[in-house]
Every structure is written in structure tokens, then in C-alpha cells.
């Protein structure tokens, strides 16, 4: 028992030992944000790694002469740590055709040595034709003449390495300073500073192989890749009843609904930083300021003939060849939208006393789509038209107010697309751009509101806050028009929850607006306040429902649902629980209205919910996922027609980056062939003595005794 508890001391001495030689030869990088892959029905791209990490010697690059570094393979492979001035596609393409690097390091510009080092000529890792892969698009576009010239194509190269961007500055700066003592010397000489990069993903080829794979074996299934998918956000203004007193269902009568959209989703290279000030932040914010509005107003107004109702749409995976858009088509043309009938009628979820009635795409009678529209660059609202929406575009300008409004024929890159491929839909779309985007850092990490100049400490005078105020009353006072066909009342200005939702969406998920317009028992509280988020949420489709369409959601219905009273027991100071179960149970045997429990304002201190209300709400979610992985339709389904979106994404396991001296490769090759000679010696020395063991080692006789009979005396 002793033995085995010294054995077992020592063999805990071995381990800490080892752990902290590790621990002195390595030092982890944090805060860590990868490029990862994703495939479609015909390519794989992004980056990866080797299964054990890819190794290379730090390398710095400041400006473009430095990239001609990487073409001396002496000291090769190299991990590039790259200033984020010269960041851009050709240099990139440049350092992969060296085919001298391992990986590259792109560090933050937020603080640090960096800090505002946003690449001087613009950077986008979209394309110049954002979205042109997708069938049917009735948006011209080329290389000549781009929708966004700042397009590196980044997004959709197989780089075959690993890009980090890596957000802590002490983290960088450290790789800098080992550079400067060990590699920035010449001659340079080992030992050199190097590192290990670890970003292995398990999807490859294609959509169709990657899901083939994951399927293969039933028992216990191997995950290696998952389609894209999120959520779209519905709004009616109006409740839809489709059933009569007589128990009769009746149908939404065609041209009948003004749709007003905007998108949900950003765009990044890398994993967790999907965040677009101008794209989507700035539509999302106007969309929910103007259907705020509008769900005021309507409350006392009714709708003219051939209207009947008005329907927002937030719609989500638009960056990925229009994922939710296509869907959000699919279902209507499959009477799926804005449920799936005949599973409500299965499920016995479909209410002849409460059920809506189906919506499609003949119901549309305009679309009004809210793209990129800050005034960073110009005041001028850009109203992009096709199929001859005349009284559209006329209603806008007879509501512009101050802003300059001018009308564009045709229409860019936008969610209208997938609704156009087949209807004639009268349609327009509201940007700050004519024929290229104004946004130099479209679709990228440095689309913030940082480098956009919006502070939320600075209040409702800011230019951009006045801005998307004046374009959310213009939009809202138009609606209303055209649905009831007189002048829209006197509005309130909306600067001031302008200024909270950009808040809410660029700066910090933490924010007033959220608190206010969430669940209890789900975000921010079930987070202690020190861990909860200081940064905006994600805006990336991903691969499941996410809190930024979870707030999105629940912050429309807080905008525009009505507060509903509770018959609770106690009346003063009703038991949350309480009051969220009778709230909740509204829900059951009706599909009209969907209520939900908010917190509400001034319910609530830094720690936790002390009250909320019950509000009766039209707003609802559908699925944001590519037909192309419903059953019924995967089975047969031609992966490179491009009739539907394709895109996954690759699981991975480990992403990590460690930093370390490397010695010289020829001193490590020396040690090697030295302990090859050794093994080889000892193997012929012990099958040398062992064939030779009875000469080297000769037997002693054994000499036996004879013991002599006793003597008898």
C-alpha cells in the first residue's frame, strides 16, 4: 500500500512537471476568431488546417513590398502576421501562390498597436457581384461595372490554411515583440519565433458528399457538416382570421398586401464577429422604427379597397445566395407560409375558431425592401424600381419630408430577387447608393460603428441617428397611405429609439432595448450581469436559431403588440410565474395572435425581473433554412443547378494557436538520426549476443556431493 501511494506521488510529480515545461515552452493565443469552412452543392471554401496543426516561423508584413519575403523558402513555412492597412484579396492570393505559408495572423484595430489601421482602400470579403451565383438574378453586375467595388472575393476561396483574427491585443502585440527579438535580424539565424496554428474541419468536397457522410452510419451518426439555417421574423399589422362565423375558411384576396422587408444577417470571414453597421443594422433598425409606427397609426385607421394588410419581413441568410428569401417563396408557393397546413391538419393544430388564412405570392401588391441606408457618405435615399411601381415611388416622394429622394431604374442585390424569379411584383428597393455601394467595408469585419462614427453616448444629434429617423417616418407615413389611401397623421420624432436600437445592434447587446423587450428566464437573465455580453450579438445565418433573432423577435413584438390583461390572484404584485403561464396559455387552440410574456420597462434592476406584462402580439418566426434539405425534396434534388441554396458548414473540433522558439530543423534532424543509429545498433548488438549468448556466456557445471551414510558408532 506504501509502494503504490509513492508511486503514485511520484507519478503526479512527472505529470506537473511536464505540464509546466509545456507551460514554459508554449504561450496560448486568446481570444481567437477563425476562418472556417463552408461548402455548397459544387466547392468547398474558407480554411483549414492540418489534422495536428500547421507550424510555421513568424513573419511580419507592414506594407506590400514585404509580401516578396514569403518567396525565400529558407526558412519556410511561415505563419504571416499581417498589418491590417495592406489587408486585401491579392495579397492574400499572393501569399498562398508562394505556397511558402502556413497561416496568417490578422490582428484587431479596435486598441492596441493597430487601433484604427482599417485597410486604406476599403476591404469587403464578399465579391464585386454580391450574391451573382444565384439563378434567375435579375441584378446586372460585373467586374467592369460592380454593385461593390471594394469586393476582394475572400469570402469564397479555398484559402487551404488557417486565417485568425486574433482580438486581444496583448496577445498580438507579444507575437510582435517575439518577431522583433528573434526574427527581424539579418542574417537571420535559429532559434526563430514560431507557431502552431490548429483549425482542422471535418467537412470537405461538397454539400452533397459532406451530408452523405454524416448520414452514413445510423447507429451512432457522425456529424461533419450542417446546413445553414436560422429563422424569418413575420410581422402583420393586422390580424388574419381566415375562418368566418359560419365555420367557413376564406383566402387572402390577391394584390391585397404592401410586403416591407429588410435583411437579418452579416457577412465575415471569421467565426463570432458577424456584425454590419451598414448591412444589416441600418435596415433593421429603420424597419423596426417604421413598423412601430405604422402599428400606431393603424389602430385607428382602416384600410382603402384592395388593401388588406400590410406584412414585415426580417429575413435571415440573404449573404448565402438568399437562403431564408428562397424559402420564405418555397412555402408560399407550398401553402407553408405562414404555416405548414397540412401539418397543422395532422398535428391537429389547425383551428377552424383561430386559424390564419395561407399566404402567396400572388397576395403581394408592392415590396418595399430596406437596404444600406446611412449617411456616412451621402444624405440622398436611392429608390431602386422594377416593374413599374409608380405609385410607390410617387407616395415616397410626397413623404420624403427634407431628405433628397431619387428614383433609379432597376434594383441591386436584395431579397425582392427570389420573389422577382417568377412574379411581376411591383418593387423598390431604398439604399444610399446609385450604382455602387457607398460602403467601402460592406460585408466585413470593419463595417462597425466605429469606423461608420456612431457613439451612442452622444445621443439623438448624431447625423446618422437624424438620418434613419427621417427615413422611418418617410417609409411609415408611405405605408399607411398606400394602404388607406389618405394622408398619414402627424408623427413623433424616433430619434431617440433610433439611437437605442443602434445601440442594441452595433455597439453592445447589453443594452436598454433588450432588457426591456426580453423573456424572464432567458436572456440577459439568465447570465450574471458580469457575464453578460459586452459586444453586439452575431448576425451570421449559422447553422441554429440565435439570440440575435431571438431579441430581433422579441423586441418587434414588444414594438409593436399590445399589453394584455391577466385575470391573476393577486392583483397588485401578480407572481411572474403566474403571469407568464396564463399569458402563455393564451396561445393554445389559435394560430391568430401569438402572445408573450416582456419584461417590460421599469420591471427590472441590474440583477434580475421583478415584474412583466402579457402582450398580444401578430409577430412569428418561419423557418430560414435551403428547401434543398426538406425531405421530399434532398432526395432528387440536382446539386449543382442552383435552383436552391446549398450552403453548410464544416464542424471542427479544435481551433487554437500557441506561440513557441523554434530550433534549427538541421539540429532536430541531427538529434533524429542520431537516435535511428542508436535503435539500429542496439538492435543488431542484442541479436548479435543473443545468437552468441552460450560462447559469451558459458554454464558453470553443476558439482554434486555425495552425502556419505552415517557412520554407526
Known amino acids: 500500500m506504501f509502494l503504490t501511494a509513492q508511486l503514485l506521488l511520484v507519478s503526479l510529480a512527472c505529470l506537473s512537471s511536464g505540464q509546466k515545461l509545456k507551460d514554459s515552452i508554449y504561450t496560448d493565443i486568446e481570444e481567437i476568431r477563425p476562418c472556417f469552412r463552408r461548402l455548397n452543392g459544387t466547392s468547398e471554401i474558407g480554411c483549414t488546417s492540418a489534422i495536428g496543426g500547421n507550424v510555421g516561423v513568424v513573419l511580419y508584413i507592414k506594407d506590400v513590398a514585404d509580401v516578396a519575403k514569403v518567396s525565400d523558402a529558407t526558412f519556410a513555412p511561415y505563419i504571416v502576421l499581417i498589418d491590417p492597412y495592406i489587408f486585401s484579396g491579392q495579397v492574400l492570393d499572393s501569399l498562398k501562390s508562394s505556397g511558402n505559408v502556413n497561416g496568417v495572423i490578422l490582428p484587431s484595430v479596435t486598441e492596441g498597436l493597430w487601433q484604427g489601421h482599417y485597410p486604406k482602400s476599403g476591404y469587403s470579403d464578399d465579391s464585386t457581384c454580391p450574391n451573382s451565383a444565384t439563378k434567375n438574378s435579375s441584378s446586372t453586375c460585373s467586374n467592369s461595372n460592380p454593385w461593390n467595388p471594394s469586393g476582394s472575393n475572400v469570402m469564397w476561396v479555398d484559402h487551404g490554411f488557417p486565417i485568425f483574427l486574433v482580438q486581444n491585443t496583448n496577445a498580438t502585440e507579444k507575437l510582435y515583440n517575439c518577431f522583433l527579438q528573434y526574427n527581424d535580424k539579418s542574417p537571420l539565424s535559429w532559434p526563430l519565433c514560431s507557431m502552431e496554428l490548429k483549425a482542422s474541419m471535418y467537412g470537405a468536397k461538397d454539400s452533397q458528399t459532406c451530408i452523405r457522410r454524416s448520414n452514413l452510419f445510423n447507429i451512432t451518426p457522425l456529424t461533419v457538416c450542417d446546413p445553414l439555417s436560422d429563422s424569418n421574423i413575420h410581422y402583420f399589422v393586422s390580424p388574419r382570421n381566415g375562418t368566418t362565423p359560419s365555420n367557413q375558411t376564406k383566402a387572402q384576396k390577391d394584390d391585397s398586401v404592401i410586403v416591407v422587408s429588410a435583411r437579418l444577417d452579416a457577412l465575415s470571414l471569421f467565426d463570432q464577429v458577424e456584425v454590419g453597421f451598414e448591412t444589416p443594422a441600418t435596415g433593421i433598425v429603420t424597419l423596426l422604427t417604421t413598423a412601430h409606427l405604422v402599428s400606431q397609426a393603424m389602430k385607428t385607421m382602416r384600410y382603402k379597397t384592395g388593401v388588406e394588410n400590410v ?248 414594438l409593436t403588440g399590445t399589453p394584455e390583461p391577466l385575470d391573476t390572484e393577486s392583483d397588485d404584485t401578480p407572481d411572474i410565474s403566474e403571469a407568464k403561464t396564463k399569458c402563455l396559455t393564451k396561445n393554445q387552440n389559435q394560430n391568430v395572435y401569438h402572445y408573450v410574456f416582456l419584461v417590460g420597462q421599469s420591471c427590472y434592476n441590474t440583477t434580475g425581473v421583478e415584474c412583466g406584462k402579457c402582450y398580444k402580439t401578430t409577430v412569428d418566426t418561419t423557418e430560414a433554412a435551403s428547401p434543398a434539405f426538406l425531405a421530399g425534396v434532398t432526395e432528387n434534388y440536382d446539386w449543382s443547378s442552383g435552383q436552391f441554396p446549398t450552403w453548410t458548414e464544416s464542424i471542427w473540433k479544435v481551433i487554437s494557436g500557441r506561440l513557441f522558439l523554434q530550433g534549427s530543423p538541421a539540429h532536430d534532424h541531427g538529434i533524429f538520426a542520431m537516435g535511428i543509429i542508436i535503435l539500429v545498433v542496439s538492435l543488431v548488438s542484442v541479436f548479435w549476443l543473443d545468437k552468441n549468448s552460450a560462447i559469451i556466456f558459458t554454464q558453470q557445471k553443476n558439482v554434486e556431493v555425495d552425502n556419505p551414510l552415517p557412520v554407526e558408532m
Open 311 to 558: 406584412l414585415f419581413l426580417l429575413i435571415h441568410g440573404e449573404s448565402f445566395d438568399y437562403i431564408g428569401s428562397s424559402r420564405l417563396v418555397y412555402d408560399m408557393d407550398n401553402d407553408a407560409f405562414p404555416y405548414n397546413k397540412s401539418k397543422a391538419e395532422n398535428a391537429q393544430t389547425y383551428f377552424r375558431n383561430g386559424s390564419q388564412y395561407l399566404f402567396t405570392k400572388s397576395n403581394i401588391k408592392s415590396f418595399i425592401e430596406l437596404g444600406q441606408l446611412s449617411n456616412s457618405q451621402s444624405s440622398d435615399v436611392y429608390m431602386h424600381s422594377m416593374n413599374n411601381p409608380g405609385e410607390v415611388v410617387d407616395t415616397l416622394r410626397s413623404n420624403r419630408g427634407s431628405l433628397t429622394t431619387m428614383a433609379v431604374n432597376g434594383i441591386p442585390p436584395a431579397s425582392v430577387q427570389s420573389f422577382l424569379k417568377q412574379s411581376a411584383i411591383p418593387s423598390v428597393v431604398l439604399t444610399n447608393f446609385e450604382s455602387e455601394y457607398s460602403n467601402t467595408m460592406y460585408h466585413s469585419i470593419y463595417d462597425s460603428a466605429d469606423f461608420h462614427q456612431y457613439d451612442y453616448s452622444e445621443g439623438v444629434d448624431q447625423k446618422v441617428v437624424r438620418h434613419l429617423a427621417m427615413v422611418s417616418k418617410m417609409v411609415a407615413k408611405s405605408i399607411i397611405s398606400l394602404a388607406t389611401g389618405k394622408a398619414a397623421p402627424e408623427m413623433e420624432d424616433q430619434a431617440s429609439l433610433v439611437n437605442e436600437l443602434l445601440n442594441c445592434y452595433t455597439i453592445t447587446a447589453n443594452c436598454t432595448l433588450f432588457h426591456e423587450a426580453s423573456e424572464p428566464g432567458n436572456y440577459p437573465w439568465i447570465f450574471a450581469p458580469e457575464s453578460r455580453r459586452k459586444t453586439p450579438f452575431p448576425q451570421y445565418v449559422g447553422v441554429r436559431s440565435s439570440y440575435h433573432t431571438l431579441m430581433t423577435k422579441l423586441l418587434l413584438q414588444y
